[in-house]
């Protein structure tokens, strides 16, 4: 079993700053990828950033620039840094990882809020 604990979402003003935190636990013996994903009222689920084991990184279109994702191996967690939010990035925001050979898992999801 994987269980993946997801910190850091909240409310915040437009042109603040949040930090989301993922860490993971749990029978694996190899994380691939780690990302996060966010998914709006309305709209469907996109990626927001992804990086692989070893630090190669991609970003969706909308957050580049403000966003930076970064993941610590030794203690299975991956971080993401939120910058300049925008009331356009207010989604729930869930951690993916690629586990083993190929698996996916979800974490429940955390709710980023910015609104004045």
């Known amino acids: 079993q994987v269980q993946l604990v997801e910190s850091g979402g909240g409310l915040v003003q437009p042109g603040g700053s949040l930090r989301l935190s993922c860490a993971a636990s749990g029978s694996f013996f190899k994380i691939n990828a780690m990302g996060w994903y966010r998914q709006a009222p309305g709209k469907e689920r996109e990626l927001v950033a992804r990086?692989?084991?070893?630090?190669?990184?991609n970003y969706g279109d909308s957050v580049k620039g403000r966003f930076t994702i970064s993941r610590d191996n030794a203690k299975n967690t991956v971080y993401l840094q939120m910058n300049s939010l925008k009331p356009e990035d207010t989604a729930v925001y869930y951690c993916n990882i690629n586990y083993n050979w190929g698996l996916d898992y979800w974490g429940q999801g955390t709710q980023v809020t910015v609104s004045s």
């Open positions: 990086i692989t084991r070893g630090g190669s990184t």
